[in-house]
């Protein structure tokens, strides 16, 4: 892996030569897989794209541009901070989930695809139940960057929903994300996963930490130096999230109401047995792109 300063120097011009914008992409690309990064021409792409302000066609047509000293410094910065493996979307304070582009910091997790599996299932139930434009309510526990919340009010044009999160500062940016895209149909709270809400919710989704505490270390270096902590540690066998919900969820669903978590590989048939423990109804999970059972969806009778 090339050091921090080779990074800042390579991107230097040479002999007084500056570099183009394809040779800087090229190099950064290079740099990236030596360092064993998963997917090093996009995130060379986007990073020089970022640094430019180009988009991916004004980039690519922008090939054989010289870079200014100042700009090859910006691109520097941010291939060093990619080389210690800090994720793009955190380098870029921003990440698209459901096509909302999100702000993300240091206090979120940061939002994955495979997420969204959550939000196709919670509308797939909506949508065999009726109308979208119903008024619902909605609870988002541990509620983060407002991911799910936000992508959930973005489809129903009527509904009105709430996040909390142990965190101030995450809510901060939920909040943030919310007056961004536009969403004043929502209020944040303060509070541990269900402790603060009262009445009762249509909807309850949750993405919560699932990681087993002796598994943290071995995660990939992306999200193990860079999550926040208290969003990934779901006790020594992970399932103590699912723990809280399946205590708050019952008496807070009005009847016919639905929850839908994300799961962790493997724990399907736990969350389940958990959910069905406390008089809810589960349905065979819901599999993402990958074919992994990642949503489980339980309806109140």
Known sequence: MAAAGDTLSRLQPVNGHA??????????????????????????????????????????????????????????????RRLAHEPVA?????????????????????????????????LAAIDADGSRARPLRIADLGTGSGAL?????????????????????????????????????TRFLACNMAAALGGVFDVIVSNPPYIASHDLNALAPEVRDF???????????????????????????????????ELGAGQAPDVAAMFSAAGLAPAPPRTDLNNVPRALLARKA
């Open 19 to 80: 570099r183009t914008v394809a040779q800087v992409r090229r190099e950064l690309a290079a740099q990236l897989r030596a360092a064993g990064v998963e997917t090093p021409e996009l995130d060379a792409r986007i990073l020089v794209g970022h640094a430019l302000g180009l988009d991916h066609a004004a980039l690519a047509a922008a090939n054989t541009r010289m870079l200014s000293a100042r700009e090859a410094d910006v691109i520097g910065v941010m291939a060093r």
């Open 149 to 185: 919340l936000l992508a959930l009010l973005s489809e129903l044009p009527r509904a009105f929903g709430v996040g909390t999160d142990i965190s101030y500062a995450a809510l901060r940016v939920a909040r943030e994300n919310a007056k961004l895209i536009g969403s004043a149909r």
């Open 90 to 122: 955190r380098i870029l304070g921003r990440k698209e989930f459901w096509s909302l582009n999100l702000r993300v910091d240091a206090a979120t997790l940061v939002p994955r695809p495979e997420t969204e599996t959550v939000v196709e299932a919670a």
């Open 227 to 261: 999550d926040p902590r208290v969003a990934l540690d779901g006790g020594p066998d992970g399932l103590d999230g699912y723990r809280a919900i399946a205590a708050f969820a019952p008496g807070l669903l009005a009847p016919g109401g639905i929850l839908v978590v």
